[in-house]
């Protein structure tokens, strides 16, 4: 399993475009809505089949209840909350992982909708779940979907992820139970950190 994309919140969209476009040199553009979920979204391509998501609630669906999906509403400033690694067999990959005493919920379809009308379609493991603060990321199947990444403007290639958290040792023997290769360390808090190759040099996002 790899990488598929890191979420980067931040208290309103335009604000964490503009900390990316200063951090990368590269501007994300706007993809649109998660309906019923109450956020929105921006994308740039980290590689041909990897990309950053820049996640906010969404004012036009102020009505939705709090607290957001990933946990989008939860940041006082822009960082890496979560990421999403890529799958197939999702249901076995729940199976397998719950024998082993790890939940990572129900499998659900997703949706968004495009500027141009169209719409992107998914399967997903839960990320409301969340099992390590974001650590052990959820897990996406795009089935017949083209990958967003091939789409998009470049910010980069990343170079690598690297996990945080006060619990590592445990975080760890389950990421390799899973079949991930993202090394946690140990910190009092939990974190992401990506090194991101960029025309300017290399970017460090947390």
Do not use: C
Not at 108 to 137: C, F
């Amino acid at each position: 399993m790899s990488i598929d994309h890191l979420i980067y919140a931040a208290p309103t969209l335009e604000r964490g475009m503009d900390d990316i476009e200063a951090r990368l040199g590269a501007r994300p553009v706007y993809s649109g809505q998660h309906p019923g979920k109450g956020t929105h979204n921006a994308l740039l391509a980290l590689g041909p089949a990897v990309y950053l998501e820049v996640i906010a609630p969404d004012p036009a669906q102020a009505g939705v209840a709090r607290p957001l999906w990933i946990a989008a509403d939860a940041v006082a400033a822009p960082r890496l909350i979560y990421w999403a690694a890529r799958a197939v067999s999702l249901e076995g990959l729940v199976e397998r992982a719950r024998r082993q005493g790890l939940v990572l919920g129900p499998v659900s379809a997703g949706s968004r909708a495009l500027p141009d009308g169209s719409e992107l379609r998914w399967r997903l493991t839960s990320p409301q779940v969340n099992p390590a603060d974001g650590i052990i990321p959820f897990f996406i199947d795009w089935g017949d979907t083209p990958h967003p990444a091939g789409s998009l403007p470049s910010g980069g290639k990343l170079l690598a992820l690297e996990a945080r958290h006060p619990e590592a040792e445990s975080v760890n023997a389950r990421m390799q139970m899973l079949g991930l290769e993202v090394p946690v360390r140990y910190a009092p808090e939990p974190a992401l950190v990506a090194w991101i190759k960029t025309a300017g040099g290399i970017a460090l996002l947390t």
